[in-house]
Nanobody
Framework: VQLVESGGGSVQSGGSLRLSCAAS????????MAWFRQAPGKERERAAT???????NYADSVKGRFTISRDNTKNTLYLQMNSLKPDDTATYYC?????????????????????WGQGTQVTVSS
């Protein structure tokens, strides 16, 4: 699946942004997806994940402020970011990994993500 992020920009501390990740080539409902971020000089951090069944998970650093969601009809992943802080400044990437099927039915997420977008910059000023 091909992924293209948008929605980044500059905002003051306490502000909000919504990132979008438009997918093409396959339907996002078949994928486990995530938002990662990486600030200069820092390791990449997995900020939020959403499984193919809609289950979500968040890094402690964004819990309560960020919301990951997916619109299967628009084939798009979102990240709503509220109460932004200067520490949230980073390049944000969406990622997708094709779900895998258990032998007896049901799905699980792969250990990693195979498809990545090009990233969108978020800058939060104090």
């Amino acid at each position: 699946v091909q992924l293209v992020e948008s929605g980044g920009g500059s905002v003051q501390s306490g502000g909000s942004l919504r990132l979008s990740c438009a997918a093409s080539g396959d339907t996002v409902s078949r994928y486990c997806m995530a938002w990662f971020r990486q600030a200069p000089g820092k390791e990449r951090e997995r900020a939020a994940t959403i499984d193919s069944d809609g289950s979500t998970n968040y890094a402690d650093s964004v819990k309560g402020r960020f919301t990951i969601s997916r619109d299967n009809t628009k084939n798009t992943l979102y990240l709503q970011m509220n109460s932004l802080k200067p520490d949230d400044t980073a390049t944000y990437y969406c990622a997708a990994g094709l779900r895998r099927r258990y032998v007896l039915g049901g799905y699980y997420c792969p250990p990693g993500y195979d498809d990545w977008g090009q990233g969108t910059q978020v800058t939060v000023s104090s």
